[in-house]
């Protein structure tokens, strides 16, 4: 089994019940959800929104390779009704002509077990966690040892 974290964000529609239905379907589908942070409320990031976002960490069990990993977060946002997901450049960026937006749920491969993964849709660990509060205080809070 291997040791994953993953990022939930949502800031549309019934935030609590989206980050639920979410955590609910990732143990149905992708494996065990060991670990779970605290919901927190926090500002956009990256982008200008009325909407407050509600995020939280979770750590998983899992048997998925990190490309089966990826397939399955993907089609669990598809499942609670995300239709559109922002392309990024090779820093994890949006790439040019895109830019972040409100999202029914956001679900991010932060961690999976010691690996780094470096393909141009899947980046391991997640590029881009270490400047996001809203990612590393519920990451820490699940798992204290996180020294990035």
Known sequence: MHIVY???????????RNIRRAIAKIGEQIGAVVRQSALYETEPWGFESSHRFMNAAICV??????????TATQDIERQLGRTHKTRKNADGLP?????????????DILLYDDISVDEPDLKIPHPLMCERDFVMRPLREINPTIDM
Do not use: F, H, K, V
């Open 61 to 70: 069990e899992t048997s998925l390779t990190p490309r089966e990993l990826l």
């Open 95 to 107: 790439a040019e002509g895109t830019e972040y937006q409100d999202r029914l749920i956001d679900i």
């Open 6 to 16: 993953l990022s939930l964000g949502t800031n549309l529609g019934y935030r609590r």
